[in-house]
């Protein structure tokens, strides 16, 4: 039995150990049923434009359609010495039909067959990562909702900033994810064009209606041009930036996590499920699913800097290099998913310490509210940053907060200080002074969650 394709032209069988390292059914096989409804597409196709007649069409449908279930139903099936996964679909069609097996690859290539399949993967994959993505937003918005009032410092420089809610906090790492869930679509909508019809570069010389092929596949458009066609990996570039930068938003959220979770912090609890202990330490609780989140990253990134690397130096057309690309768009789709899935069961998990984070978010970062206070009263914001300053030079050295001053103190630093002072300078005063839709402001933080609650409805529909 052959197990190449080329037979033909060639003295000699390949060696079988070069044979099998290049070989790609090993990770091809997932691409099975996407090959399979591109061959029962192109079947029709040659039947359309009178290239086989009815009851080859007919026969080339039912085996393909037989082999697609059992393949389906039986994932062991999909399995031999092929080459590759459209080598063993046509292997399977030629032991089955004999010549009627035989005439399915007119006028076809492996060159966008490869392509095509990827495609019509990722356009099948993609939506199932974008509602995972959705669903680990929900869990921030759960979390969000249920923050309430909450108060917590913010941090820059990762030193304590400012007061916020809690719940802005959490639909902070709500926003990067959504414009992920976009910018996946984004990817699908790339991936999404016909490649049939390229030929292996040239074109096809059949009469092929590619727009009806097109459209019995799902796909909205053609792709522009057959040598493009053959060596485009565009579109798996983009889906890889943007499993790339969605690990890195979630890698994001699971360092804050890690931190803010910890003793020192102890804003946040990690439920029991989703941290785990030391074998040696009775006292940890570690935060083992975040940190391989983060772990996780750079492999994502490095699948994007793989393929790219693949790309650059190719000339047009096809060339073997390409195969590389399913390597990362496999890995990098399987580590998204499940880092989605971890990090949803940790947000979910979360307890919010209240008392812990409330009064980490007082003290002296209220120092900008004190400088905003005498702002209100004439003085220039440099001049009032300088007092101010002043001011918390000498708490700082006293180890005292704001609310600890004495009236003849706020006095003392500047005769503006009025009585209303020490009600104008409290987190929860704080953060009910800013004034734009971004803001922490609680009416900003309700119309965000809500705004974000008619999303999720939505993607959800
Ligand atoms: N296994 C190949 C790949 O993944 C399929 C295309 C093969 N085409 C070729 N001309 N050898 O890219």
């Known amino acids: 039995m052959t197990t190449h394709l080329w037979s033909g032209r060639f003295d000699a069988p ?54 697609l279930e059992r393949g389906r139903a039986e994932p062991a099936f999909v399995d031999g010495p092929d080459e590759d996964v459209h080598s063993f679909v046509e292997r399977l069609l030629v032991e089955r039909l004999g010549d009627t097996g035989r005439r399915l690859h007119t006028g076809r290539s492996r060159n966008e067959q490869v392509s095509l399949d990827l495609r019509l993967y990722l356009m099948r994959r993609v939506p199932l990562l974008q509602r995972a993505v959705a669903a680990a ?12 009032d909450a108060l917590m410092p913010a941090f820059t420089h990762f030193r304590p900033a400012q007061p916020v809610l809690v719940a802005h906090f959490l639909l902070a790492h709500a926003a990067p994810l959504r414009r992920d869930y976009d910018r996946l679509a984004g990817a699908r909508r790339e991936a999404d064009a016909l490649t049939l019809g390229s030929g292996a570069i040239a074109g ?24 493009d066609a053959s060596s485009d990996r ?33 804003y946040f609890d990690l439920s029991d499920a989703t941290s785990t202990g030391s074998s040696m330490m ?31 130096g190719l000339p047009a057309g096809y060339n073997k290099d390409l195969q590389e690309d399913k390597h990362a768009v496999f890995d990098a789709e399987d580590t998204l998913a499940g880092c989605l899935m971890v990090t949803r069961a940790v947000v979910e998990g979360l307890t919010l310490n209240r008392a812990r984070a ?21 003085v220039p914001f ?10 918390v030079r000498k708490l700082h050295t006293e180890g005292r907060a704001f609310q600890a001053l004495s009236a003849e103190e706020w006095h003392s ?28 402001a609680p009416d900003a933080v309700r119309d965000a969650l809500a705004d974000l609650g008619r999303w999720l409805a939505g993607v959800a529909g």
Request: charged residues 25%; proline residues 3%.
């Open 137 to 148: 937003i929900g869990a921030l918005y759960r979390q969000a909702l249920q923050a309430g």
């Open 204 to 227: 096809t010389s059949y009469d092929i209606d590619v727009e009806a092929l097109a459209r019995d596949l799902g796909f909205s458009r053609v792709v522009a041009n057959s040598i």
């Open 14 to 67: 390949p060696d079988a150990l070069t044979f099998a390292w290049g070989s790609s059914f090993g990770f091809d096989r997932r691409l099975f049923e996407d090959d399979v409804i591109g061959s029962l597409a192109w079947a029709r196709g040659l039947k359309r434009a009178g290239v086989i007649d009815d009851d080859d069409a007919q026969r080339l449908e039912a085996a393909l359609t037989a082999i």
């Open 413 to 440: 630093a500047s005769d503006l200080f009025g009585a209303d002072v020490a009600d104008r300078v409290t987190p929860r005063a704080s953060v009910a002074a800013k004034r734009t839709p971004q803001s922490t």
């Open 282 to 312: 009775p006292q940890k609780k570690n935060p083992d699913p975040l940190e391989l989140v983060r772990g996780k990253t750079g492999r994502a990134i490095g699948q994007l800097t793989a393929l790219l690397t693949a790309l650059k």
């Open 358 to 378: 409330e009064a980490a978010a007082s003290g002296l970062l209220l120092a900008t509210d004190v400088a905003d206070y005498l702002v209100g009263r004439g």
């Open 382 to 391: 440099r001049r009032a940053h300088e007092i101010v300053g002043a001011l």
């Open 234 to 266: 565009d579109f798996a570039v983009t889906f890889l930036y943007a499993c790339a930068l969605t690990m890195i938003h979630l890698s994001r959220l699971a360092e804050d996590l890690i931190i803010l979770c910890g003793d020192e912090h102890g």
